[in-house]
């Protein structure tokens, strides 16, 4: 909170509030007038809507204007530091889930992100929660546990786009986790109506976190970049899906721009359309140690046991 009220605008926090605050105010989500809206997200409509409703009391303290703006980061890092409790002791236990807070809040770097009006703590939040929700579903399928699934991708849709990287991890968790065998042929036969159920509760969540603008455009109307948004506009334009214009355009933004010209370095080469290995050498530059080890210890002991097969 101190370092909220301290520091100095980022280079982002601007935009994100800008796109948020005319969503809010005028219902714009268009994203052509400025090219740095191309990924701009709704989940940062409370850090407008709540510095609007605070600024008459701060009326003659403008520096309030930025950290009442960057306040509801601090709600969210709260939520993650709860979702990540909650799938510590789902993995190992009471003393494992409070090393793992431990974890999170020491780490600067969290911290730092959660004292700006940015994305990036909303997001982790929201897809740790969805983890443990499917942890939670592998162990014992739930209906209102698939709906609450749904909720966090939703608000993870809200956040970041890159959101569908999670889908891989959520689908394997039933795969991988030791649930008891009769739930797992229990979670095979129902997987349909669950799947429908948190594809519903998504839908809902990222609709609202729009205000229901522009959804379900025919495809026709949507000026889309990528080649396969294209070609599926062009074979079918009268498609509707029940999502936000807004919604769909940003995906598309970023699938366009995903094999573009970028500023790409690493080990002293440039790479200005990606490389395979970059992430992976990341994790083993950037990763504290101690965390390292511990990962790479997990992954030998999950690689060991009977957790990757069926």
């Known amino acids: ?38 990924s701009k997200t709704p989940v940062l409509l409370p850090n407008v809507w709540l510095a609007e409703k605070l600024r008459p009391f701060f009326e003659f303290k403008p520096a309030w204007q930025l950290p009442l703006q960057r306040l509801p980061t601090l709600f969210w890092l709260c939520g993650l530091c709860l979702a ?27 911290i730092a992100h959660s004292s700006l009006a940015t ?7 929201n897809a740790t929660a969805a983890l443990a929700g499917m942890i939670a579903m592998a162990r014992r399928p739930r209906l209102l546990t698939a709906i609450g699934i749904g909720i966090f991708m939703g608000l993870a849709y809200c956040s970041k786009f890159t959101a569908n990287l999670l889908l891989g ?30 594809a519903i509760a998504a839908d809902l969540v990222i609709c609202s976190a729009y205000l229901f603008v522009d959804v379900a ?43 573009g010209n970028w500023n790409g370095v690493i080990l002293g080469r440039w790479y200005p359309q990606g490389v395979w290995f970059y992430f992976l050498v990341l994790w083993l530059l950037k990763t504290p140690l101690v965390l390292l080890a511990a990962e790479i210890w997990g992954l030998l002991q999950a690689a060991r046991s009977r957790r990757l097969w069926w």
């Open 217 to 259: 455009l025919p495809f026709s109307a949507i000026p889309f970049k990528s080649r396969a948004l294209q070609a599926a506009a062009a074979y079918w334009p009268q498609l509707r899906l029940p999502l936000p214009a807004a919604f769909l355009t940003g995906l598309d933004h970023c699938v366009a721009a995903e094999r």
């Open 1 to 38: 909170g101190y370092a909220a009220y301290v520091q100095d605008g980022t280079y982002d926090e601007q935009v994100h509030l800008d796109w948020s605050q005319r969503l809010l105010v005028q219902g714009e989500t268009e994203r052509e007038s400025n090219w740095r809206f191309d």
């Open 119 to 125: 994305v990036d703590v909303a997001y982790a939040c």
């Open 169 to 198: 991890s959520l689908a394997a968790i039933p795969l991988a986790w030791t649930a008891r065998p009769r739930w797992r042929w229990r979670l095979a036969a129902s997987a349909v109506l669950w799947l429908i159920a948190g």
């Open 84 to 110: 990540v409790w909650v799938l510590g002791r789902q993995v190992g236990g009471s003393a494992c889930g409070w090393l793992a807070l431990m974890a999170v809040v020491l780490d600067p770097n969290v």
